[in-house]
């Protein structure tokens, strides 16, 4: 069986890890990433309908602002968010699997047209319709670190590597191409569609998990560790 390895930041790392070992699978941790918070202006909350959230790491990482913003119904991306939002105070109007953009046609549908959206630096631009506006705010940023030689070893076997995010699929894939690993070892499972367009082409496996959901992507990972 090959290795799967999560590249993931803290805490991520440890909730795969954990969830992958109640399944069965091991999986091993080698962090590229570490989420800093960045300090940003908390807006007039009554200015805006509702709140975008698409990553758990803006409940972590928002600060005090995020207080002065409880009283606008909350749009997340993932159950996990969801329930992170729900801890903090906010009411969830509702939860998507495919992005913040799935979660434009419900907001809008729920008469929430003034959306304030707070994410990372590194963020998707969403295309929404007309009359509906997303001043965005920034929370956090994911800083990016090499793979480090014990990794770069690994890598050099057949391996199934875990990818939760764009900017993680693209990183990973330039430090693959950098130390002139073949990418032909390595095989990717991404956990939504966006992960894998920007991870390239030219891997041994390229696959996503059906959901947006930590539990699919390992147990899509289980099956291509056992190919």
């Not at 930041?9 to 399944?23: C, H, I, N, Q």
């Not at 903090?88 to 907001?107: E, I, N």
Request: net charge neutral; aromatic share 4%; proline share 7%.
């Amino acid at each position: 069986m090959k290795p799967i390895i999560t590249i993931r930041p803290a805490p991520g790392d440890a909730r795969t890890v954990a969830l992958a070992r109640e399944m069965g699978i091991e999986v091993a941790s080698h962090p590229l990433f570490a989420v800093e918070p960045v300090a940003w202006a908390c807006p007039d909350a009554g200015a805006f309908d509702a709140i975008l959230i698409g990553s758990a790491n803006v409940l972590r990482h928002g600060g005090d602002c995020l207080s002065g913003l409880t009283t606008l119904p909350a749009w997340c991306v993932g159950e996990a968010t969801a329930k992170g939002a729900r801890k903090a105070g906010f009411t969830v109007a509702g939860s998507g699997t495919g992005g913040l953009q799935s979660l434009v046609p419900m907001a809008e549908a729920a008469g929430h047209r003034r959306l304030l959206r707070v994410s990372g630096e590194a963020h998707v631009p969403l295309s929404l319709p007309a009359g509906m506006s997303a001043d965005t705010r920034t929370a956090y940023r994911v800083a990016a670190y090499q793979i480090p030689p014990e990794l770069a070893c690994m890598l050099c076997e057949p391996c199934v590597v875990l990818l939760h995010s764009g900017e993680a699929a693209a990183h990973f894939a330039a430090e693959v191409d950098r130390l002139g690993i073949a990418r032909g070892n390595i095989a990717l499972a991404c956990l939504a569609p966006r992960i894998a367009d920007s991870a390239g082409s030219g891997w041994m496996c390229l696959s996503t998990a059906p959901l947006t959901d930590d539990g699919a992507l390992l147990a899509l990972a289980r099956q291509m560790c056992q190919a």
